[in-house]
């Protein structure tokens, strides 16, 4: 009776065991998915913007915008000169400029830090452009009359992205 009652607990334990590993599972599973969902909204807002030629971290400003009017809202610029204004350790952005107009934007967005290459291509679909140089990844989209760039550090699938590049197509 005693070695009866001790297996039902042993069997009783073992399945407990296995439907927590069951919903744990499904859990990541869960966990994953929503992840997954929301890259794939941050790749097409990073698109729909960068036709727009802004960033996600650039607000309002984008290619036209007046170094001006961008010192006046955000203020003094980590570093700067004639030809960019680096908010990097406040935005994450940078501006580059030609006489005090915004001529490209940069974003290194701390969101964009956990997307991955296999994760862009599969959202955006094929790029315009997929180069390999000094041990990084650039990969270009035509977005509206801009050009979108992805760079990443490394050639692997699962690299993800530094930063994003929005620029003029010449």
């Known amino acids: ?15 407990i065991v296995v439907l927590t590993g069951c919903i744990s599972s499904a859990q990541q599973n869960a966990d994953a998915s929503s ?6 909204k941050l790749i097409k807002q990073v698109l729909d913007l960068a036709a727009k030629g802004r960033t996600i971290s650039s607000e309002e400003f984008g290619i036209g915008s007046q170094e001006a009017d961008i010192v006046k ?16 350790a406040k935005k994450q952005t940078e501006f580059g400029l030609h006489k005090g107009i915004v001529t ?29 140089k000094d041990g990084r990844r650039y990969v270009i989209y035509q977005s509206g009359k801009y050009k979108l760039s992805f760079l990443f550090d490394g050639y692997k699938t699962t690299e993800k992205i530094l930063t994003v590049f929005v620029h003029p197509n010449k």
Do not use: C
């Open 104 to 132: 490209w934007v940069n974003s290194a967005d701390k969101r964009l830090k956990e997307v991955t290459y296999e994760e862009v291509i599969k959202t955006a679909g094929t790029p315009a452009s997929d180069e390999k």
């Open 73 to 88: 809202k955000w203020g003094k610029p980590t570093s700067s000169n004639d030809t960019f204004l680096s908010y990097a």
């Open 35 to 40: 992840k997954d969902v929301g890259h794939q």
């Open 1 to 15: 009776m005693k070695k009866f009652l001790w297996m039902k607990l042993v069997v009783a334990f073992a399945f």
